[in-house]
Nanobody, 128 residues
Protein backbone atom coordinates (compact mmCIF):
# COMPACT_ATOMS: atom_id res chain seq x y z
CA UNK A 1 0.00 0.00 0.00
CA UNK A 2 1.33 3.41 -0.99
CA UNK A 3 1.69 5.86 1.87
CA UNK A 4 2.98 9.44 1.79
CA UNK A 5 3.58 11.78 4.73
CA UNK A 6 4.64 15.40 4.35
CA UNK A 7 6.67 17.39 6.88
CA UNK A 8 8.67 20.59 7.05
CA UNK A 9 6.00 23.19 6.52
CA UNK A 10 5.44 26.26 8.66
CA UNK A 11 5.56 30.04 8.77
CA UNK A 12 8.40 31.95 7.11
CA UNK A 13 9.01 35.54 6.10
CA UNK A 14 9.14 36.55 2.47
CA UNK A 15 12.57 35.86 1.04
CA UNK A 16 13.14 32.94 3.37
CA UNK A 17 13.48 29.23 2.71
CA UNK A 18 11.81 25.98 3.69
CA UNK A 19 12.43 22.37 2.78
CA UNK A 20 9.45 20.07 2.53
CA UNK A 21 9.91 16.34 2.94
CA UNK A 22 7.63 13.52 1.86
CA UNK A 23 8.37 10.15 3.44
CA UNK A 24 7.06 7.40 1.19
CA UNK A 25 6.41 3.72 1.70
CA UNK A 26 4.97 0.91 -0.36
CA UNK A 27 6.88 1.72 -3.54
CA UNK A 28 10.20 2.79 -4.99
CA UNK A 29 10.72 5.84 -7.15
CA UNK A 30 11.85 3.96 -10.24
CA UNK A 31 8.48 3.37 -11.89
CA UNK A 32 6.50 6.16 -10.27
CA UNK A 33 5.75 9.71 -11.19
CA UNK A 34 6.13 11.79 -8.05
CA UNK A 35 5.25 15.39 -7.50
CA UNK A 36 4.46 18.32 -5.28
CA UNK A 37 1.19 20.18 -5.57
CA UNK A 38 -0.31 23.10 -3.70
CA UNK A 39 -3.75 24.45 -3.00
CA UNK A 40 -4.30 28.03 -1.91
CA UNK A 41 -7.63 29.20 -0.44
CA UNK A 42 -10.19 29.64 -3.20
CA UNK A 43 -7.90 28.20 -5.86
CA UNK A 44 -7.59 24.85 -7.56
CA UNK A 45 -4.81 22.45 -6.67
CA UNK A 46 -1.87 23.09 -9.00
CA UNK A 47 1.25 21.18 -9.87
CA UNK A 48 4.40 22.78 -8.46
CA UNK A 49 7.11 20.30 -9.41
CA UNK A 50 7.41 16.68 -10.41
CA UNK A 51 9.76 13.95 -11.50
CA UNK A 52 8.81 11.77 -14.42
CA UNK A 53 9.86 8.10 -14.19
CA UNK A 54 12.07 6.20 -16.58
CA UNK A 55 14.59 9.01 -16.82
CA UNK A 56 12.01 11.59 -17.77
CA UNK A 57 13.51 14.43 -15.77
CA UNK A 58 12.02 17.02 -13.45
CA UNK A 59 9.56 19.81 -14.17
CA UNK A 60 8.40 23.02 -12.53
CA UNK A 61 5.50 25.36 -12.91
CA UNK A 62 6.66 28.72 -14.24
CA UNK A 63 6.06 30.64 -11.03
CA UNK A 64 8.63 28.60 -9.06
CA UNK A 65 11.34 28.06 -11.66
CA UNK A 66 14.71 29.14 -10.34
CA UNK A 67 13.43 29.21 -6.74
CA UNK A 68 12.30 25.64 -5.98
CA UNK A 69 14.17 22.37 -6.42
CA UNK A 70 12.76 18.84 -6.29
CA UNK A 71 14.92 15.87 -5.32
CA UNK A 72 14.79 12.34 -3.97
CA UNK A 73 16.82 10.28 -1.55
CA UNK A 74 16.26 6.66 -2.49
CA UNK A 75 18.01 5.34 0.61
CA UNK A 76 15.64 7.31 2.84
CA UNK A 77 12.59 6.80 0.59
CA UNK A 78 12.00 10.52 0.78
CA UNK A 79 10.99 13.20 -1.71
CA UNK A 80 12.06 16.79 -1.05
CA UNK A 81 11.07 20.24 -2.20
CA UNK A 82 13.61 22.94 -1.42
CA UNK A 83 11.85 26.29 -1.55
CA UNK A 84 13.96 29.45 -1.67
CA UNK A 85 13.12 33.14 -2.10
CA UNK A 86 9.62 32.44 -0.87
CA UNK A 87 6.84 34.89 -1.69
CA UNK A 88 3.48 35.49 -0.01
CA UNK A 89 1.80 34.00 -3.09
CA UNK A 90 3.52 30.68 -2.30
CA UNK A 91 1.24 30.38 0.72
CA UNK A 92 -0.81 27.19 0.37
CA UNK A 93 -1.30 23.66 1.59
CA UNK A 94 1.35 21.54 -0.11
CA UNK A 95 0.77 17.91 -1.05
CA UNK A 96 3.05 15.19 -2.35
CA UNK A 97 1.64 12.63 -4.74
CA UNK A 98 2.70 9.42 -6.45
CA UNK A 99 1.47 7.33 -9.34
CA UNK A 100 2.82 4.10 -10.79
CA UNK A 101 3.47 4.62 -14.50
CA UNK A 102 6.51 2.71 -15.72
CA UNK A 103 7.03 5.14 -18.60
CA UNK A 104 8.27 8.66 -19.21
CA UNK A 105 5.30 10.98 -18.78
CA UNK A 106 7.21 14.16 -19.55
CA UNK A 107 5.64 17.26 -18.05
CA UNK A 108 2.26 15.52 -17.67
CA UNK A 109 3.55 14.65 -14.21
CA UNK A 110 2.48 18.20 -13.27
CA UNK A 111 -1.16 17.30 -13.88
CA UNK A 112 -3.09 16.43 -10.75
CA UNK A 113 -5.43 14.05 -12.60
CA UNK A 114 -2.46 11.73 -13.14
CA UNK A 115 -2.26 10.78 -9.46
CA UNK A 116 -4.20 8.38 -7.27
CA UNK A 117 -2.08 8.51 -4.13
CA UNK A 118 -1.73 11.68 -2.05
CA UNK A 119 -0.29 12.77 1.26
CA UNK A 120 -2.41 14.55 3.84
CA UNK A 121 -0.97 17.98 3.05
CA UNK A 122 1.03 20.48 5.04
CA UNK A 123 0.59 24.23 5.48
CA UNK A 124 3.18 26.69 4.20
CA UNK A 125 2.59 30.33 5.10
CA UNK A 126 4.80 33.14 3.80
CA UNK A 127 4.36 36.49 5.53
CA UNK A 128 5.08 39.79 3.81
Amino acid sequence: EVHLVESGGGLVQAGGSLRLSCAVSGFTFDDYAIGWFREAPGKEREGVSCISPSGGGSYYTDSVKGRFAISTDNAKSTLYLQMNSLKPEDTAVYYCAAQKLGYNSGNYCLQRWLYDDWGQGIQVTVSS
